[in-house]
């Protein structure tokens, strides 16, 4: 058995494509049901649904063999657990590509912030990579943990910034945010279990190779 880890939403949306061209068709509508485990048209392969921050850990424990997870999940993922041992991520997906960015009320003056060093709060789902890229321009930041919802830190007072996913940025606008840095581009990764890939390794190869092709096709 083949197990693939996935998350409800954008992820799920995109991938069914890349599935599709892997000549694998899931047989349950994720909106529809309460199922976890969804089997899929190849009795050998099936797809459970776990929470976007729980893929890395699924993959990388062996409770899935592969999975698919942003770029950001699998950073912030790194800098909490010290390392991916055990996960070989082969394949950039290009889907649910979106951005990391910082984010300030419209009038801060983020810039004289920086300039001044003055200890800004930054609010963030993104712990690990807030901390890297803030300390990487040697400005000294107080970071607080939120697990949703970030734009309303700076508008309540909780923090002077945020960093979070853009992607149309209409989030930001209809908060009155204005984007100030980019800290990175992100997109979805396939992650695969390093032991299940020797243990298994002509139906991960073919599903992985599947994906390649159908990525190439893509753009
Ligand atoms: C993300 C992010 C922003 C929004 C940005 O949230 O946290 O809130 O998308 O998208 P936009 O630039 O197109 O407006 P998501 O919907 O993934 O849910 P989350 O709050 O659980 O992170």
């Known amino acids: 058995m083949i197990t693939l880890a996935l998350s409800k939403g954008r992820i799920f949306d995109e991938t069914l494509p890349l599935l599709r061209a892997a000549g694998i068709e899931v047989l349950d509508d994720p909106d529809k049901t309460r199922k976890l485990i969804l089997a899929t048209n190849q009795p050998e392969v099936r797809v459970v649904l776990v ?18 997870t942003g770029k950001d999940t699998l950073l912030e993922h790194t800098a909490e657990w010290g390392g991916n041992a055990g996960l070989v991520q082969p394949l950039d997906l290009q889907i649910a590509k979106c951005r990391i960015s910082v984010a300030v009320r419209e009038g801060f003056d983020y810039a004289a912030a920086m300039r001044q060093g003055s200890r800004m709060t930054v609010a963030t789902k993104y712990v690990g990579i807030a901390r890297e890229f803030f300390a990487s321009k040697g400005v000294h930041v107080d970071l607080i943990k939120l697990y949703g919802s970030m734009e309303l830190a700076p508008l309540t007072g909780l923090a002077d910034a945020i960093v979070d996913l853009v992607s149309t940025g209409n989030t930001l606008k209809a908060n009155h945010l204005v984007e100030v840095e980019h800290i990175m581009d992100i997109s979805s990764r396939l992650v695969v279990n390093q ?24 753009h």
């Open 51 to 68: 929470r976007a921050t729980d893929v890395p850990t699924y993959v990388q424990y062996g409770g899935a063999d592969l999975g698919i």
């Open 195 to 218: 032991a299940a890939l020797k243990l298994k390794t002509a139906p991960i190869r073919q599903i992985i190779d599947a994906f390649a092709a159908a990525v190439a096709t893509q």
